[in-house]
T-cell receptor, first 115, second 116 residues
Framework: DTEVTQTPKHLVMGMTNKKSLKCEQHMGHRAMYWYKQKAKKPPELMFVYSYEKLSINESVPSRFSPECPNSSLLNLHLHALQPEDSALYLC??????????????FGEGSRLTVL | GENVEQHPSTLSVQEGDSAVIKCTYSDSASNYFPWYKQELGKRPQLIID?????GEKKDQRIAVTLNKTAKHFSLHITETQPEDSAVYFC???????????????FGRGTQLTVWP
């Protein structure tokens, strides 16, 4: 299995809803990432997990809450989001630790719309 | 922190022509420079990368050059095909201990269109 799998592919939620995005990889990768991508813009780093521990939080609002239950899974819990949070949320993983050079493998993303 | 500038923002070429996209970076400690291709509605995919101890790397029709002194790197695509049409992002990975270490800084992207 050489893929990063994200679910759901599309999500529409109201500002008072609570939802979660899920990401899974079975490549034995050491680091996992959440990126946010707006249309026609580059991906922006949100969180990095290394060996299941949070290593980087890029000052992301607390309405986004990451969780890494085990080395293969990464979740992003969403609560009280704003319409400007609508974006493509990309999960990624890397074989080596986040501070070592190496390829990022991206999932197909979860397209989030906040009404 | 690191600042990556990418030019041009859009590029149109005829099928069979070459395409060149250029990026500059500001942090001399950056040590890894990947290029990602993102087709509409798809994930970014690595097409080629280069480490700071190498000046040039080639993979079939795609090549990347790095000039560490000038702090710029370029993507060269030869014999372009319509399926090369996509957004291309350059990136630089921070290598200095501190706030930039390990972070991947992306350029703003180049929309490449290859006309048949």
């Amino acid at each position: 299995d050489t893929e990063v799998t994200q679910t759901p592919k599309h999500l529409v939620m109201g500002m008072t809803n609570k939802k979660s995005l899920k990401c899974e990889q079975h490549m034995g990768h050491r680091a996992m990432y959440w990126y946010k991508q707006k249309a026609k813009k580059p991906p922006e780093l949100m969180f990095v997990y290394s060996y299941e521990k949070l290593s980087i939080n890029e000052s992301v609002p607390s309405r986004f809450s990451p969780e890494c239950p085990n080395s293969s899974l990464l979740n992003l819990h969403l609560h009280a989001l704003q319409p400007e949070d609508s974006a493509l949320y990309l999960c990624a993983s890397s074989r080596r630790d986040w501070d070592i050079v190496g390829e990022l493998f991206f999932g197909e993303g979860s397209r989030l719309t906040v009404l | 922190g690191e600042n990556v500038e990418q030019h041009p923002s859009t590029l149109s070429v005829q099928e069979g022509d070459s395409a060149v996209i250029k990026c500059t970076y500001s942090d001399s400690a950056s040590n890894y420079f990947p290029w990602y291709k993102q087709e509409l509605g798809k994930r970014p995919q690595l097409i080629i990368d280069i480490r700071s101890n190498v000046g040039e790397k080639k993979d079939q029709r795609i090549a990347v050059t790095l000039n560490k002194t000038a702090k710029h790197f370029s993507l060269h695509i030869t014999e372009t095909q319509p399926e090369d049409s996509a957004v291309y992002f350059c990136a630089a990975k921070g290598g200095e201990r501190g706030s930039t270490l390990g972070r991947l800084y992306f350029g703003r992207g180049t929309q490449l269109t290859v006309w048949p």
